[in-house]
């Protein structure tokens, strides 16, 4: 199966199942401007199902992506490996919803990349930090250790000379 572009044309689309494929690389991320992600890999393979009424896709997401550690600021790669179905429809207004896209009557094709990424992005954790070993985070450990030292650091430029003269006091 070939990959294809993002706009599905639906018009004359016979009534059935129909096999897509969509890549999602590093150029995806950078071309949409909103993107939180930058980098990342993930392979769509999607079946829409056509009926009189409304389309169906099962979606298949299988790929990784990168972003930063909430940690340390490293490069994290997060594991990307989920399924989800959507219901696509025409109808009076225009509307998107959890797993449901209502595209204008009249509209004869569907740009899908805007939900391909929410999809990826409402899948990774809202924490994303590199994983814990004895409870301890696995970062890179000197910079963390630079990182705190430096925090330390603006922790004391930042006391207000005021409250230092009321430290002397105690
Ligand atoms: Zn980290």
Redesign the pocket.
């Known amino acids: 199966m070939e990959v294809g572009g993002f706009l599905i044309g639906f018009e004359g689309l016979e009534l059935g199942k129909h096999n897509y494929k969509f890549l999602i690389d590093d150029s995806f991320f950078k071309d949409l401007e909103y993107s939180e992600i930058q980098e990342g890999r993930i392979v769509v393979d999607a079946v829409l199902t056509k009926s009189s009424s409304l389309m169906e896709m099962v979606l298949d997401f299988n790929g990784e992506v990168i972003v930063p550690?909430?940690?340390?600021?490293?490069n994290?790669v997060h594991k990307i490996d989920f399924e989800e179905s959507l219901v696509i429809k025409t109808g009076a207004n225009q509307y998107q919803d959890d797993g449901l896209i209502i595209l204008e009557n009249g509209e004869t094709e569907f740009n899908i990349s805007h939900y391909l990424y929410e999809s990826i992005s409402l899948s990774l954790p809202s924490k994303r930090?590199?994983k814990h070993i004895d409870g301890e985070?696995?970062?890179?450990e000197e910079l963390?250790t630079i990182i705190n030292s430096q925090k330390d650091a603006d922790n004391n430029d930042e006391i207000d000379p005021r409250w230092a003269e009321l430290k002397k006091l105690k």
Do not use: I, S, V, Y
């Not at 550690?69 to 490293?74: K, S, V």
């Not at 985070?137 to 890179?140: A, E, G, L, N, T």
């Open positions: 550690c909430d940690l340390c600021g490293e994290l930090a590199h985070p696995r970062c890179d963390l």
